[in-house]
């Protein structure tokens, strides 16, 4: 299996954008088949695949799957028992520290006096919610995520969607707290996922092409194009 390739251009909506995808084979005894296709962009965009024949024959078409409008990071934070005074919970640099005496900090959370009150107090920080001054910090600023207070624990989302998520750092110094991994996961950038197994790149392919259109002809949208595929490696540079 090749490595993903990668082409990113900018497109300005004038109705129908072109772009191609993958050329003409460099060698004709040469089989390729295309696995996956990915727009990645700003804006909603209608995608079609367009496959041009070199050897005269119709031109194929195949249509796009449904528009991914990108999935948010999430992360985990499990209580086992009320939080201790100086602890502390660090997400994306932002440091929240446990206090028995609340004092006027930007980061510094009341412990409370039980576990459901420490559960409730992050979750109030983290979201600016009402309990300034006395749950959290009145000077309190946000962070790179939102949260939810369930039954013994805290999920957190970050703010934007897309895999930079993912790279948001989540760690703690509690003893009866645990994040369950050291970064969020599972952010997905916004785009269209285009199965194509059918398409196989051999000598009467001359090319194929993305159509990429916009509904509102004034808009300019960036997008990165990312594919993958099976067989020999020498298809002519994008």
Same mark, same amino acid.
């Given at each position: 299996?090749?490595?993903?390739?990668?082409?990113?251009?900018?497109?300005?909506?004038?109705?129908?954008?072109?772009?191609?995808?993958?050329?003409?084979?460099?060698?004709?005894?040469?089989?390729?088949?295309?696995?996956?296709?990915?727009?990645?962009?700003?804006?909603?965009?209608?995608?079609?695949?367009?496959?041009?024949?070199?050897?005269?024959?119709?031109?194929?078409?195949?249509?796009?799957?449904?528009?991914?409008?990108?999935?948010?990071?999430?992360?985990?934070?499990?209580?086992?028992?009320?939080?201790?005074?100086?602890?502390?919970?660090?997400?994306?640099?932002?440091?929240?520290?446990?206090?028995?005496?609340?004092?006027?900090?930007?980061?510094?959370?009341?412990?409370?006096?039980?576990?459901?009150?420490?559960?409730?107090?992050? =979750? $109030?920080?983290?979201?600016?919610? &009402? *309990?300034?001054?006395?749950?959290?910090?009145? /000077? @309190?600023?946000? +962070? #790179?995520?939102?949260?939810?207070?369930?039954?013994?624990?805290?999920?957190? =989302? $970050?703010?934007?969607?897309?895999? &930079? *998520?993912?790279?948001?750092?989540?760690?703690? /110094? @509690?003893?009866? +707290? #645990?994040?369950?991994?050291?970064?969020?996961?599972?952010?997905?950038?916004?785009?269209?996922?285009?199965?194509?197994?059918?398409?196989?790149?051999?000598?009467?392919?001359? /090319?194929?092409?993305?159509?990429?259109?916009?509904?509102?002809?004034?808009?300019?949208?960036?997008?990165?194009?990312?594919?993958?595929?099976?067989?020999?490696?020498?298809?002519?540079?994008?």
């Amino acid at each position: 299996m090749a490595l993903p390739q990668f082409i990113q251009t900018n497109g300005v909506t004038t109705g129908v954008t072109p772009v191609t995808v993958v050329p003409a084979p460099t060698n004709s005894s040469v089989v390729h088949r295309l696995k996956s296709l990915v727009v990645t962009n700003k804006d909603t965009v209608d995608v079609v695949i367009i496959v041009q024949m070199a050897d005269g024959a119709t031109d194929r078409e195949v249509s796009h799957t449904s528009h991914n409008a990108g999935v948010a990071a999430t992360g985990v934070l499990t209580f086992s028992g009320n939080a201790a005074n100086a602890e502390t919970i660090i997400i994306g640099g932002k440091t929240y520290t446990w206090q028995n005496a609340l004092t006027d900090v930007d980061g510094n959370i009341d412990v409370g006096t039980l576990q459901a009150d420490s559960e409730d107090q992050l =979750t $109030a920080a983290i979201n600016l919610a &009402a *309990g300034a001054g006395t749950k959290y910090a009145a /000077s @309190m600023t946000a +962070g #790179a995520v939102t949260a939810v207070d369930g039954a013994g624990i805290v999920t957190v =989302t $970050a703010n934007v969607t897309g895999t &930079a *998520g993912n790279f948001i750092a989540t760690t703690e /110094s @509690m003893g009866s +707290g #645990a994040w369950g991994a050291g970064v969020l996961s599972g952010g997905e950038d916004p785009g269209r996922l285009l199965l194509v197994d059918d398409i196989v790149v051999d000598s009467s392919t001359k /090319s194929i092409e993305l159509l990429l259109g916009w509904p509102v002809v004034t808009t300019e949208c960036d997008f990165v194009v990312t594919y993958s595929r099976e067989g020999a490696p020498d298809l002519a540079s994008v």
